[in-house]
């Protein structure tokens, strides 16, 4: 029997129903296609057996059956189906068409009728089957399954057949047999077809996988992106062919449209259309062109900008395209000698960019001739780049004319090779630096040297800082020597013996060196014969000399440790260049020509990228106080405060602003605020000082009333006094020196703050701590009476203040005079009355008080004597145990304004109230202690029962119940 396999065709059946394809069918095997003996083994060949009959199908058709129907026989009767490779499958499926007799219509004589049939399979990878191998029993067959049927044929009844489909497997070798089983059933097997299922080429999320056939349980299919698609990971999207021909799940990973295509359905995609683009592989859509871009293409990845049009390198496709901005406007120049101020106004048109930088270009002409600046000339902040505008041009030579051009860039500028716009201004640098030198003269000869002396030219601009001084022997104008002067005199040593020398002298302020005198002509004495005589006459007077000069220097040395003991820094000397040794004094800001110049000095100018502003704190002078942070490369991170200067100031409040950083920058003490640096260069002007946690001290020590130590307290003094006692070595006048201007940092450390004078100058200033007086603004009540009455501001008036700050600490934070009008406090203080000690005050503390407060500026101590006493304090601090007398009715001779007795008081609400502790009245009430009598036995335990458990207030109360009762008489103990 020839073994004759029959494919049918590919077909495919494509229905979606809730998502699912169906699986495409390979047919390996069937009968019903074919048109010769199938020649299938019949065993055994002895009748009744399997017979291979032609006949008709439903449709009429001619096909190949086999068909058996034994009588009597119960053996069994074998039909095998020739060999059907697997091309592949695991499983196959066999569908079998087939009509069963009806038992109960057969002859009686055949009693072992059966109405089922059973199919084997066998598996070999060669087609080796013959009549007698494989034996024909089950092992080396497996049974499949037993078919039963569904529509029995009876006589003369319908003619009806059954369709079984039995799935095979799992298949493992090259090809297979099928063995038809009957044991007594009388049966037509009128069709068997064998097929497999595939999984049929899907395309899923953008990407298509092909027809794939389930060699195992589940199959992994390699995929590819769809056309104008792109994979969204590097891994190739894969997917799994189920054993039944089912796509098991969505592709592991995913494709997506590429750039200038976008989704047209779930599974393609469409090229953008012209005016639009996509930039990068996804789902989006595609997009309008950015500004001044089109494209006139479909699919196109990314808009061209329009001539003038450009995008920079690091510009993204999506941004618009812009072009180079235009020219700064009105540059304004400020000519201060040789150095130069520009300033000027942002383009009238930006080009649409927000990364607008500046360069300065600078060419020096003199006569006809212009060239390119030297490279002494500097730039602050810089030449390119610079984002401000606004830039310092120092290194300029006098009476030069240069050309400054301003131009505008941004980060086009490179990729439109055009030339930058700009704007440029001419300068002529001041003809005289300085004003030359004359009257050079020698005061003093002798063999080798000479003294000279010149004549100190009235400066009608600038200080003179030195003097440089040049000679040469007469003649040898290539041999100057330089020496350099503080004074207006010098010694020249070493001169050769009866020579004559020639001699130029020029001054040098801070905007350089003046020229050189004409030239003077001085000379050595001749040699003269030393005689005997001469010789012990020259001994004689050099001895006499030198214990002159020895007297001389014991005298000095003397009188300037008195002169420092006794000296009182007075304001009109306080801000003078005082040079001394040792000595550092401070330099006041506003003597300076141009007060930038001290904010350079003093202040270093910090980056403004290396701050980051956090919070605003507080309202300053001048501008929000703000808490941020300070990041200079290479230094640790730093919490810092930040002053800052609103909007819209005027040169003059951009100068007082920064004259409070050019007088902190001055000083380094740790009770003193330290500066971190200023920002000009950039809007706002900002000025950086080192952060403290706790604030301004009045308002802490309001904050924690009652909550620190004695001992803690003389701490804070102690550091306050410290302070001032640096400021006042340093010629350094506060004038405003109160808990208020004082700041705390976590530690508790205090440091003196506020250094800013404009609030006593300017009258507009709305604080009305500061009183208008002749002259200016003053806080009244921390004022010492000769500074309010003829403005004299000294170290001496600073005590004064200090020693209101002392009675502030002391009474955490109370109002200095309470509620009493400035002209009360002055008249009381003309009339000797002082505040009377805080409650609880050390008598110690408040006596020091009073010193600072006396009349006579001279007899208050100075800074240094406070800090010694204060530290006497700290070393025997029982001494702070013995607390202030309390005065007995108002004989005493000061100031007795604190809270009314508690015998003058009504209530007790009314009593709680004049000592702040209003808090605890609805306390003393539930507690009983409803009124003033009951109040005047309270004790400790009472307190605790009412809920009073701070130490501090515990104090405060018993304290103002201790004076009800001196003053009732109702002494207990
Ligand atoms: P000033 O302009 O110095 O009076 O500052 C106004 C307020 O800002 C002060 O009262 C403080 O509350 C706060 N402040 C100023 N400087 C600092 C600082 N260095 N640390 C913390 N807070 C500050």
């Known amino acids: 029997m020839d073994h004759v396999f029959w494919i049918g065709s590919v077909s495919w059946f494509w229905f979606v129903l809730t998502g699912l394809i169906t699986a495409e069918e390979e047919v390996l095997m069937n009968t019903k296609l074919e048109t010769s003996d199938l020649r299938w083994t019949i065993y055994p060949n002895t009748d009744p057996e399997w017979d291979e009959v032609t006949g008709l199908d439903e449709e009429g058709s001619s096909v190949r059956t086999f068909q058996i129907c034994p009588l009597e026989s119960v053996s069994s009767h074998w ?11 695991s499983q196959v499926y066999v569908e079998v068409r087939f009509t069963m007799m009806e038992c109960s219509s057969m002859p009686n004589t055949y009693r072992t009728c059966k109405e089922t049939f059973n199919l084997y399979l066998y598996q070999s990878d060669e087609d080796t089957a013959t009549h007698t191998h494989p034996a024909w029993m089950e092992n080396p067959y497996s049974k499949v399954d037993t078919v039963a049927a569904d529509f029995l044929l009876r006589r003369g009844g319908e003619r009806k057949s059954n369709v079984k489909t039995v799935r095979v497997g799992p298949l493992a070798k090259r090809g297979f047999y099928l063995s038809f089983q009957t044991q007594g059933a009388c049966m037509a097997l009128l069709a068997v077809r064998v097929f497999l299922k595939k999984c049929p080429p899907v395309t899923r999320a953008f990407s298509s996988f ?72 996804g789902g989006s859509v595609c997009r309008v062109c950015p500004d001044n871009s089109n494209t006139h293409s479909a699919g196109s990845s990314v808009c061209l900008c329009r001539a003038g049009f450009y995008r920079a390198a690091s510009d993204l496709p999506d941004s618009a395209c812009t072009k180079p901005p235009s020219a700064p406007r009105s540059i304004i120049s400020q000519i201060n000698d040789t150095v130069v101020t520009l300033e000027w106004a942002e383009p009238v048109d930006r080009g649409g960019r927000l990364d607008l930088s500046y360069s300065v270009e600078c060419v020096c002409c003199r006569g006809p001739v212009c060239v390119a600046c030297a490279d002494s000339v500097t730039y602050r902040p ?35 090779h055009t030339t930058p716009a700009s704007s440029s201004v001419n300068i002529t640098t001041s003809r005289d630096v300085a004003v030359p030198v004359s009257g050079v003269r020698r005061t003093k000869a002798s063999e080798s040297s000479v003294s000279l002396s010149w004549t100190v030219p009235s400066q009608n601009q600038h200080n003179i800082q030195e003097y440089q001084l040049r000679y040469s022997l007469k003649g040898q104008d290539d041999g100057w020597q330089y020496v350099s002067s503080k004074s207006s005199s010098v010694v020249l040593n070493d001169l050769a013996r009866g020579s004559q020398y020639q001699v130029q002298v020029r001054a040098r302020t801070v905007a350089g060196y003046g020229h050189f005198s004409t030239t003077a002509t001085i000379s050595t004495l001749p040699d003269e014969e030393e005689s005997p005589s001469r010789l012990m006459l020259t001994g004689v007077l050099v001895a006499i000399g030198l214990l002159i000069l020895i007297a001389v220097v014991i005298v000095a040395v003397f009188c300037f440790r008195r002169s420092n003991r006794t000296r009182d820094p007075d304001p009109d000397k306080s801000g003078q260049f005082l040079m001394g040794p040792g000595i550092k004094v401070y330099i006041d800001p506003f003597t300076y020509e141009d007060p930038n110049e001290a904010v350079r000095e003093f202040a270093k100018e910090i980056d403004v990228s290396f701050v980051k502003i956090e919070e605003v704190i507080g309202a300053g002078e001048f501008g929000e106080v703000c808490r941020g942070r300070l990041r200079v490369p290479g230094r640790k991170e730093s919490c810092v405060a930040i002053k800052t200067l609103k909007g819209g100031y005027t040169d003059k409040q951009r100068r007082d602003f920064l004259s409070e950083a050019s007088i902190m920058g001055q000083f380094q003490h740790p009770n003193i605020i330290h500066l971190e640096g200023v920002i000009t260069a950039s809007c706002p002007v900002m000025i950086l000082t080192e952060y403290m946690e706790n604030g301004a001290l009045d308002s802490f020590l309001r904050l924690n009333d009652g909550q620190f130590t004695g001992i803690q307290l003389v701490g804070m ?53 500061y009183t208008s007086s002749l002259g200016g603004k003053i806080p009244i009540r921390w004022t010492a009476p000769e500074a309010i009455a003829f403005r004299k501001f000294t170290s001496a008036s600073d005590v004064w203040s200090y020693g209101i700050v002392m009675w502030e600490v002391m009474s955490f934070g109370e109002r200095p005079y309470w509620d009493m009008s400035n002209q009360d406090v002055i008249n009381a203080i003309e009339q000797d009355y002082r505040l009377p000690a805080p409650p609880e005050c050390p008598a110690s503390l408040h006596q020091l008080m009073l010193d600072c407060w006396q009349k ?11 800090v010694s006493a204060l530290d006497r304090l700290i070393r025997h601090p029982a001494s702070l145990k013995i607390t202030a007398r309390i005065p007995d009715g108002l004989s005493h001779p000061l100031l007795d304004q604190r809270a009314p007795p508690l015998s003058l008081c009504s209530s007790v609400g009314e009593w709680l109230r004049a000592i702040k502790m209003e808090r605890y009245e609805s306390g003393f009430l539930q507690a009983g202690f409803t009124s003033i009598e009951l109040i005047s ?29 001196i003053h009732s008489g109702s002494l207990r103990y």
């Not at 508790?748 to 604080?767: A, H, I, P, Q």
């Not at 500026?857 to 004597?865: D, E, K, Q, Y």
Request: glycine share 10%; charged share 20%.
């Open 79 to 89: 039909l095998r189906t020739s060999f059907i490779p697997r091309r592949g499958a």
């Open 210 to 281: 092909p027809e794939t056939l389930p060699h195992s349980l589940v199959q992994q299919a390699g995929g590819v992106c769809v056309e104008n698609s792109a994979p969204l990971s590097e891994a190739p999207p894969t997917m799994f062919c189920g054993e039944d021909g089912q796509w098991v799940g969505p592709p592991s990973s995913s494709c997506a449209c590429g750039p200038g295509h976008e989704p047209a359905d779930s599974d393609r995609c469409r090229a953008c259309g012209s005016g639009q683009y996509k930039a990068s592989v």
């Open 382 to 416: 810089g030449q390119v780049g610079v984002t401000g505008r606004r830039v310092i041009i120092r290194g300029l030579l006098p009476h030069t004319t240069y050309t400054f051009t301003v131009l505008s860039l941004s980060g086009v500028s490179a990729v439109s």
């Open 717 to 769: 003094l102690r550091g306050i006094a410290s302070g001032m006692k640096y400021l006042s070595e340093m010629s350094f006048v506060h004038r405003d020196l109160a808990a208020r201007n004082i700041l705390v940092n976590s530690n508790l450390v205090c440091k003196v703050s506020d250094f800013g004078l404009s609030r006593f100058l300017t009258e507009n200033s709305s604080d009305p701590t």
């Open 856 to 866: 006579e500026r001279s007899s208050r101590p100075r800074f240094c004597a406070i």
């Open 937 to 965: 036995h309270i004790c400790t335990e009472d307190l605790l029962r009412i809920g009073v458990t701070l130490a501090g207030h515990q104090k405060k109360i018993l304290s103002s119940v201790q004076t009800l009762r």
